[in-house]
């Protein structure tokens, strides 16, 4: 069983940015960012494989946010940059079970089994 726990939301203006925290029980292969606004699915922001370090974007953030990973403190980040209104959501920290990659399915949330108790990310105009 790996526990994530999500910190750094809150609200910003439209430009600002923002860094999510996921304080991981224990890294698996595949952990990424997911996001969920108002009567909405939730889908796939950020993804990385931790051990190869390649990472995977959804086209509407790229070249905005950045995830990186904090190996001593087990900690995975979401750097958040640009920030637009459509950013808004709630924000959560998935992982998939060990030791599956994360590859071209890396935004279907259905295939993560470990979820965060997410972090509200609201950006006003």
């Known amino acids: 069983q790996v526990q994530l726990v999500e910190s750094g939301g809150g609200s910003v203006q439209v430009g600002g940015s923002l860094r999510l925290s996921c304080a991981a029980s224990a890294y698996t292969t595949c952990m990424g960012w997911f996001r969920q606004a108002p009567g909405k699915e939730r889908g796939g922001v950020a993804a990385?494989?931790?051990?190869?370090?390649?990472?995977y974007y959804a086209d509407s953030v790229k070249g905005r946010f950045s995830i990186s990973q904090d190996n001593a403190n087990k900690t995975l980040y979401l750097q958040m940059n640009s920030l637009k209104p459509e950013d808004t959501a709630m924000y959560y920290c998935?992982?998939?079970?060990?030791?599956?990659?994360?590859?071209?399915?890396?935004?279907?949330?259905?295939?993560?089994?470990?979820w965060g108790q997410g972090t509200q990310v609201t950006v006003s105009s």
């Open positions: 990385r494989n931790t051990g190869l370090g390649r990472t």
């Open positions: 998935a992982a998939k079970s060990f030791p599956t990659g994360c590859g071209l399915t890396w935004h279907r949330s259905t295939d993560y089994a470990y």
